[in-house]
């Protein structure tokens, strides 16, 4: 065989024994990859804790006198619609992310992120920000008429009050994605919503609770 014809056979044999390599190099050497995780540590307390705190606002709404005027009602049954998709949306997320839906370490994801470095600006032992005591939702259980009204209503601008600050402080941290974009319609629906029952709130004579 002419000296450049065996040079062009060998050329090929290393061209198709490169071949062969690179195919059998994932069965040979399989490469390890590491999958990103579906929600990051800030969206995963997001979620559990506005999910908590959206199941408050629920009970606040059942606890609300059944007689209570229309209008009031009204909002209240609004709001409880709202929640319950909310929470729905929240849970699927923390099911993809095959995380719990309650968290051991509730408001810790929220930082202060203007430090140099991130630390946890909530106490730990601090109820979640506008969430009402036992006693106060008992004594919604038990107020009637006008009272309940006031009260309701009261306790509600306070959760949503708190509900945005956590919206706000989900959307600081976050880069992008669905949980930044529901963080931000939070504080926008949920301001609108405050707005109204202040009016409503004002309209019988209450004033709003200390934050």
Known sequence: MPRGARIAAFASVALLLLAIGAA????????????????????????????????????????????AGPTVRRVA???????????????????????????SRPMTWMTNTTAAHQH???????????????????????????????LFLQLMIRHHQGGITMAMAADRQLDGGPVKETARSMVQSQGQE??????????????????
């Open 194 to 211: 405050v707005g109204v029952m202040s009016l409503l709130l004002t309209q019988l004579g209450g004033e709003l609770l200390p934050q």
């Open 120 to 150: 946890s600006t909530y106490p730990s032992d601090a109820p979640m920000l506008g969430t009402a005591s036992t006693s106060e939702l008992d004594a919604l259980a038990t107020a009637r008429g006008r009272e309940a009204e006031i």
């Open 24 to 67: 059998l190099r994932p069965l040979a050497l399989p490469e390890k990859h590491t999958a990103a995780p579906v929600l990051d540590i800030v969206e995963i307390g997001f979620a559990q804790d506005m999910t908590a705190h959206h199941q408050q606002a629920l009970l606040m709404t059942q606890r609300l006198d059944p007689d």
């Open 77 to 103: 049954e609004q709001l409880a619609d709202t929640q319950r998709i909310e929470i729905g949306t929240m849970l699927g997320w923390l099911r993809l992310a095959d995380a719990s839906p309650l968290s």
